[in-house]
């Protein structure tokens, strides 16, 4: 079993930064590969960025590319996603997700086998 707990989402103008971290519990953080998704209102639950259970591979959705960083700390056993240069289109429910079979993590929803309960991010124009 995996406990995750997300926070630091909030409203922000577009251009802005938000850092959202999420904490695990349960397994040993440091064996598995963990991942964020989006969901906008309407719309499916999209893939942003994964990592792998090292850290030492990252890959992002191309949205997201170049303005998001996704990076863990097994010390503290949480995951973070750096959102730089924020647009409203960024605007969504966000969740971490852990893939407990996977030590490379995947863009594929149905790989994933934890999730957080989510964190609301509203870029304003």
């Known amino acids: 079993q995996v406990q995750l707990v997300e926070s630091g989402g909030g409203l922000v103008q577009a251009g802005g930064s938000l850092r959202l971290s999420c904490a695990a519990s349960g397994r040993t953080f440091s064996s598995y590969a963990m991942g964020w998704f989006r969901q906008a209102p309407g719309k499916e639950r999209d893939f942003v960025a994964a990592i792998s259970w090292s850290g030492s591979n990252t890959f992002y959705a191309d949205s997201v590319k170049g303005r998001f960083t996704i990076s863990r700390d097994s010390a503290k056993n949480t995951v973070y996603l750096q959102m730089n240069s924020l647009k409203p289109e960024d605007t969504a429910v966000y969740y971490c997700?852990?893939?407990?079979?996977?030590?490379?993590?995947?863009?594929?929803?149905?790989?994933?086998?934890?999730w957080g309960q989510g964190t609301q991010v509203t870029v304003s124009s």
């Open positions: 997700a852990a893939d407990i079979d996977s030590h490379t993590g995947s863009s594929w929803f149905h790989e994933y086998d934890y």
